[in-house]
Structures are given as structure tokens and as C-alpha cells.
């Protein structure tokens, strides 16, 4: 089992940044690729960026990149999401989301494990 528990959302303006966190416990962590997902109100959640287990390999949506990056540290057992050029779009709920063998790591499908989500407010 996988416990994860998001941080780091908060109000800020657009142009700002913001660094999200997800601490998981238990056993998995280092053999699970991550995710990042949001949901906006009023619409479906949506991939955000994912990393595999070793970091190795990154992935992330059209609307984000160059913008946001994806990292893990294995010992902290910690996957983070550092957002830079913020914009009112960005504003949702964002979860990080965790598998161990995804088929399709960009479907929500894919992941077994999720956190309660933490809240990204962008204002213009």
C-alpha cells in the first residue's frame, strides 16, 4: 500500500510559482511511477506530468510544458512538481497520483494510489 499526501498549493498571482509536494509512505514508493493531475472546477481531471520510478523519464501535457517540472527524490520518498509562469488556467485542485505498472501513465486510469489534493489558486 501507497499512502500519499500532497503540500505546497496556495494562492499567487499569474507569473508566479509555486513548488508542490508529495510525501508517500510505505513500501512501493521507489518502484512506482508518479503523477501529477488536476482538476479545474467544473471539468474532468486532467494529466499534468509523470515521472517514472528511477526519474529517468519525464512526461508532461502540451498545456504545462516548459512551464512545470517533475522530480523525485527516492529517499525522501517525495515526488515534487515545481510550477514557474503560473497562469489563471492552472488554477485546480491537483493530485498526485502513483502505479506501479502503468499501461498508459498520461490516463488516470492507470494509477492505484492518489492523494486528497491540494489546491493551486493562479490570480490575474
Known amino acids: 500500500q501507497v499512502q500519499l499526501v500532497e503540500s505546497g498549493g496556495g494562492l499567487v498571482q499569474a507569473g508566479g510559482s509555486l513548488r508542490l509536494s508529495c510525501a508517500a509512505s510505505?513500501?512501493?514508493?521507489?518502484?512506482?511511477?508518479m503523477g501529477w493531475f488536476r482538476q479545474a472546477p467544473g471539468k474532468e481531471r486532467e494529466f499534468a506530468a509523470a515521472?517514472?520510478?528511477?526519474?529517468?523519464?519525464?512526461y508532461y501535457a502540451d498545456s504545462v510544458k516548459g512551464r512545470f517540472t517533475i522530480s523525485r527524490d527516492n529517499a525522501k520518498k517525495t515526488v515534487y512538481l515545481q510550477m514557474n509562469s503560473l497562469k489563471p488556467e492552472d488554477t485546480a485542485v491537483y493530485y498526485c497520483?502513483?502505479?506501479?505498472?502503468?499501461?498508459?501513465?498520461?490516463?488516470?486510469?492507470?494509477?492505484?494510489?492518489w492523494g486528497q489534493g491540494t489546491q493551486v489558486t493562479v490570480s490575474s
Open positions: 515521472i517514472s520510478w528511477s526519474g529517468g523519464s519525464t
Open positions: 510505505g513500501v512501493f514508493f521507489s518502484t512506482s511511477s
Open positions: 497520483a502513483g502505479t506501479r505498472s502503468p499501461p498508459d501513465i498520461y490516463y488516470s486510469g492507470s494509477y492505484s494510489y
